[in-house]
C-alpha cells in the first residue's frame, strides 16, 4: 500500500518567515495530495490539494509542489502569521474509493 | 457546521469491553471513513464503506468491524476493547465528483483503562 513520509515533525518559524514541510509519497499510482491543518483540540481541515497532473498551487500565502519524478511534494506558507500555529498532515490518494493515506504530521509554531 | 457528527465525544470504558461509536451525516455522500489519531503516526485508517452494507478494511483494522445500514450511519465497533485502542477517532466523509477532500467530524476520544 502507500507510504507517506513526512518532514520535519516539529518546525519553529518568526512570524513573517516562510515555512516549507516536505512529504515523500510510494506509490506511483497515487494522483491527488491533500493537505490537511489541525488545529489544537480540533479536526483536521482541508487546506489546499493539488493533482498529478499539475505541477504547483497557490492559495494566498499557501502554495503546494508536486514532483512526480521524485515522488515528493511540498507546502510552503509564506509571511507565517500566529494563526498558522496548527499540525499539519500530507496525504495521498490513488482514487480507489478516495482512501487518503496521510503523514505524521508537523507542528508548526510561529512565535511572535 | 459540517453535516457530519460524532458520538460520544468522550467515552472511558473497561479494557474487555465492547463500544460502538457512532458517526452521522447529512450530506449524503456516498464514502465515510474511520481513521484513528495517535501521536507519532498521523491518521490511519480502519475501515472505509463506499456505500450502504458496502465496507472494507483499511491499515489498522484488527479489533474493529463497522456497519453502514443507512447512508447517512456508520458505525465503529471495538469488539472488546484494549488498551492499545485508546485514541482519538475520527470520522471522515467525501463524495465523488466533487473533490476527493475530507470533511471530518469532531472525533471521538476513547480512554480504555
Known amino acids: 500500500g502507500e507510504n507517506v513520509e513526512q518532514h520535519p515533525s516539529t518546525l519553529s518559524v518568526q512570524e513573517g518567515d516562510s515555512a516549507v514541510i516536505k512529504c515523500t509519497y510510494s506509490d506511483s499510482a497515487s494522483n491527488y495530495f491533500p493537505w490537511y491543518k489541525q488545529e489544537l483540540g480540533k479536526r483536521p481541515q482541508l487546506i489546499i490539494d493539488?493533482?498529478?497532473?499539475?505541477g504547483e498551487k497557490k492559495d494566498q500565502r499557501i502554495a503546494v509542489t508536486l514532483n512526480k519524478t521524485a515522488k515528493h511534494f511540498s507546502l510552503h506558507i509564506t509571511e507565517t502569521q500566529p494563526e498558522d500555529s496548527a499540525v499539519y498532515f500530507c496525504a495521498a490518494s490513488s482514487g480507489g474509493y478516495q482512501k487518503v493515506t496521510f503523514g505524521t504530521g508537523t507542528k508548526l509554531q510561529v512565535i511572535p | 457546521d459540517a453535516g457530519i457528527t460524532q458520538s460520544p465525544r468522550h467515552k472511558v470504558t473497561e479494557t474487555g469491553t465492547p463500544v460502538t461509536l457512532r458517526c452521522h451525516q447529512t450530506?449524503?455522500?456516498?464514502?465515510m471513513y474511520w481513521y484513528r489519531q495517535d501521536p507519532g503516526h498521523g491518521l490511519r485508517l480502519i475501515h472505509y464503506?463506499?456505500?450502504?452494507?458496502?465496507?472494507d478494511k483499511g491499515e489498522v483494522s484488527d479489533g474493529y468491524s463497522v456497519s453502514r445500514s443507512k447512508t447517512e450511519d456508520f458505525l465503529l465497533t471495538l469488539e472488546s476493547a484494549t488498551s492499545s485502542q485508546t485514541s482519538v477517532y475520527f470520522c471522515a466523509i467525501s463524495a465523488p465528483g466533487q473533490g476527493d477532500g475530507y470533511t471530518f467530524g469532531s472525533g471521538t476520544r476513547l480512554t480504555v483503562v
Open positions: 450530506e449524503n455522500h456516498r464514502y
Open positions: 464503506s463506499y456505500g450502504v452494507k458496502d465496507t
Open positions: 493539488i493533482r498529478s497532473n499539475v
